[in-house]
């Protein structure tokens, strides 16, 4: 029963949508105040519907309730509560509900906080965010029905892929899920005011903290993939180039890009178009991605023979969502008013360079994502493009950014002189010399790889603290005046200085780990010892025991550390009886220098057991960069928020619906 | 400068960038573009022996052998026309069975496949495409056989 409400909820939603994309649209053509007020409550509407159909989902979940198809196909009785849980978006059909469910809720957030946003620009943003929906209803309900049921109902499921069953990966989809969705809005704000005809830096400041907000869940649902693709598939790789990787990459990187845009438009009303395109490039990079991973094309071209409908129906909606919003950008776009002028030496031309870099980076990542297929479709030859394409594409156009990003915040607003700005770059530079000469020298046989990699890191950290220095006008007034001016900075001073030490610190991470790491395979039995590097590991015992849905082989060993005992260290080897899956446990001992991961394979008591050591140094700074990166994302929000509720804004919002009327 | 020329510049800057990206995109496709063959494309066309090269098909049953205590392997790969031998060193992923598909990377001489990497699947149902698309140019691929 509970199904079937769940499943009238999404028909209901279907309905409430079309209404949704209708009335408003037409209200604020005809500037009808009654027909633009449909607008939010429809919005409200449609969430509470995907809402009552996710919670429906869930319930079939929770109480694994197996007559529910895709209950029987995804979940297990005897799995634990929190994998019933995240099991509803592990899967095809509930990942889409899910899906829907952002959508909405972002929908439902601008209905709900955009009360001061000018009537027709709310109505047509509101519209658009429908008519998203309503595709994607549409999908849902046509090719990939949770609700449908199995008669009669299996006595038990098919368990949820194991590799899937593990904390990092149940939070991992809902993170990156609000970051893909969250684009969205920046799109739907992005077509109304090529609607409207007009963009002005009121426009920016409401669509850069849902910008904000997306980019900082990406950011952390991308992170959490990583981190999980490290600790549990037993390889100890972090970053593979992989296409489903890439896919998230990409609307990760034209995000970025919008992020730096919408302040050039918010601060000086310039780069309007420019910024618009990005909010439609950036969001139909975030339905590539689900399309490349939804429809299968990338895993494999069966499952799309299988199910010819889903991928050919987001490919559909992909095509017009892209080609419809380009089309209206050629249309409108011309007819935005160029906004203020700057100097090519400015933050401004800083903030261009920044996006032209960033845009280059995705457009390389682009190819090496796409090729395959395009070379596929057209010749039928079958190539993989792997890390060393990217390293040799991505690497070399980031590395400009890198130099610029610490020379940018140092220049000001319109006009600016490269000379001064550099020159107060030298301490900075004398640390990146510093930084570069010492690994040069300290660590022997260095090659090039790291000595640049820390010394561009140097040079991002010197930069970020120079440009802190320069804002609490350090050494020049009283240390006590500088205290207080540090404390007093506004959140996004903080967010922006976080987000880029935050690069330096992930560059460390990546470089240690890609340039130092070790690695030892060996074949070991109960009392064997195996070095790498200062460790010592002793193979204490393996038992052989049962979780609640498993069976497990764990390993003791026992480590020290230049004869110091350092750790215990317990990786287990796992099998999942119901879908007859072994999973890889690594054992891993964190610390500020760098990982020791250990992973044991097959063997038997007798034959000894495989057993994998690599030491990784820094690797743990990988992970404590990209979190700096979303500290600064939410210090940049907190900001947002304090000057939400200042006059002046609220002064400058009432005059716009007037200027408006006057037009 | 005028908004006009300012537009110009920066299109112009962009379009240098771009220029120089194709220019690095091309070069990494000449030397990093790795082909998939099956066993079948082995034996027929001739493969330069330090061009690095993927393969693809099923493991034969039964020929699955490990020396060196499990450390070093050897195995055969299949797509039921041709098959071709190939040794790995290193630790196989979870999944990597006898009678299931397989992608590895590497090199090949000698009539020998001498794998650096042998690809984990995430998913025990998985089948490459690569594999699927070799199996059924050989035509022993059953449709809806093993769905993903």
């Not at chain 2, 990497?117 to 495409?129: I, T």
Request: glycine share 10%; proline share 5%.
């Amino acid at each position: 029963m509970i199904a079937e409400i769940g499943h009238y909820a999404l028909v209901l939603a279907f309905f409430v949508a079309v209404a949704q994309v209708v009335v408003p649209m037409y209200g604020a053509a005809k500037r009808d105040v009654a027909l633009m007020g449909f607008a939010a409550p429809a919005a409200s509407a449609q969430f509470l519907c995907i809402a009552i159909a996710f919670g429906a989902l869930m319930h079939a979940y929770i109480t694994s309730d197996f007559s529910v198809a895709n209950v029987a196909a995804n979940s297990h009785s005897l799995k634990p509560l929190l994998y019933k849980i995240s099991g509803v978006w592990g899967n095809h059909e509930g990942s889409m509900v899910f899906w829907v469910l952002i959508l909405a809720l972002f929908g439902f957030a601008v209905a709900a906080f955009g009360r001061q946003l000018p009537d027709t620009l709310k109505a047509r943003v509101i519209s658009i965010q429908g008519l998203i929906g309503l595709a994607f209803l549409g999908f849902i309900l046509l090719t990939s029905n949770p609700f449908e049921r199995l008669d009669p109902a299996p006595l038990d499921g098919r368990d949820l892929n194991p590799l899937l069953q593990d904390p990092g990966l149940a939070f991992h989809p809902p993170m990156l899920y609000i970051g893909y969705v969250g684009f969205s809005l920046a799109f739907s704000f992005a077509m109304a005011a090529l609607i409207e005809g007009r963009v002005d830096p009121a426009w920016a400041r409401w669509v850069r903290p849902w910008t904000l907000a997306a980019w900082t869940f990406l950011t952390a649902g991308i992170t959490l993939g990583s981190w999980w693709a490290y600790y549990e598939l037993g390889w100890g790789g972090w970053w593979f180039w992989d296409p489903v990787e890439n896919a998230s990459f990409m609307p990760w990187l034209a995000g970025t890009a919008l992020l730096h845009s919408a302040i050039v438009v918010e601060k000086r009303d310039a780069l309007k178009a420019w910024t618009i395109l990005l909010a439609i490039i950036t969001f139909s990079l975030s339905l590539m991605g689900t399309f490349l991973v939804r429809s299968g094309i990338l895993t494999s071209v069966h499952a799309f023979a299988v199910d010819p409908e889903r991928g050919l129906f987001i490919l559909g909606i992909l095509i017009v969502a892209v080609g419809g919003s380009l089309t209206l950008f050629a249309i409108r776009a011309p007819a935005l008013k160029a906004g203020g002028l700057f100097a090519p030496v400015s933050r401004e031309g800083g903030l261009v360079l920044n996006n032209l870099f960033l845009s280059v980076a995705t457009a390389t990542v682009f190819i090496g994502t796409l090729y395959p297929l395009f070379l596929d479709a057209m010749t039928g030859d079958k190539v993989s493009v792997g890390a060393p394409f990217f390293n040799a594409t991505f690497v070399p156009v980031m590395i400009p950014l890198l130099v610029l990003l610490a020379i940018g915040p140092l220049l000001p607003w319109k006009r600016g002189n490269l000379r001064v700005a550099i020159e107060k770059l030298w301490v900075s530079a004398l640390f990146t010399i510093v930084v570069a000469g010492g690994i040069l020298v300290l660590v022997e046989g260095a090659p090039l790889a790291p000595v640049l990699g820390f010394g561009f890191a140097a040079w991002v950290a010197g930069g970020v603290v120079t440009e802190l220095a320069e804002r609490i006008r350090l050494f020049r007034i009283p240390l006590g005046d500088s205290l207080r001016r540090l404390v007093s900075l506004p959140g996004a001073a903080y967010g922006m200085s976080l987000a880029h030490i935050g690069m330096a610190v992930f560059i460390c991470g990546a470089t240690g780990e890609t340039n130092w790491t070790r690695e030892l395979v060996a074949t070991a039995k109960a009392g064997d010892t195996l070095t790498i590097g200062q460790y010592e590991l002793v193979l204490e015992k393996v038992e052989r025991s049962q979780g609640p849905n498993y069976f497990r082989d764990m390993a003791t060993l026992n480590v020290t550390k230049d004869g110091v005992p350092f750790a215990t260290l317990q990786p287990e080897r796992r099998l999942y009886p119901v879908q007859q899956m072994p999973t890889t446990e690594a054992a891993i001992r964190s610390g500020i220098e760098g990982d020791l991961y250990v992973a044991i394979g097959e063997g038997s008591t007798e034959g000894g057991y495989i057993v994998r050591v690599w030491v990784k140094p820094l690797v743990p700074w990988i992970w404590a960069g990209a979190m700096l990166m979303v500290l600064g994302g939410l210090f940049s929000l907190s900001d947002r928020r304090l000057r939400i509720g200042a006059p002046k804004r609220s002064k400058r919002r009432a005059a716009a619906p007037a200027a408006e009327a006057g037009d | 400068m005028t908004p006009k020329r300012r537009r110009l510049s920066i299109v112009l800057i962009g379009l240098v960038m771009l220029g120089t990206a194709a220019a690095l995109v091309l070069t990494a496709f000449e030397e990093n573009l790795v082909f998939f063959f099956s066993p079948t494309d082995l034996a027929e066309k001739d493969v330069g022996a330090d061009r690095r090269i993927r393969i693809g098909g099923m493991v034969e049953d039964g020929s699955w052998k490990k020396y060196e205590e499990g450390l070093r392997s050897e195995f055969i790969v299949t797509d039921f026309q041709n098959a071709v031998k190939v040794v790995y060193r290193g630790s196989l992923p979870d999944l990597f069975r006898e009678g299931q598909g397989v992608v590895a990377e590497g090199k090949f001489s000698g009539g020998v496949f001498t794998a650096s990497e042998v690809l984990a699947k995430h998913d025990e149902n998985y089948m490459p495409r690569e594999v699927a698309d070799a199996l059924k140019k050989s035509g022993r691929w059953k449709e809806g056989e093993t769905a993903q």
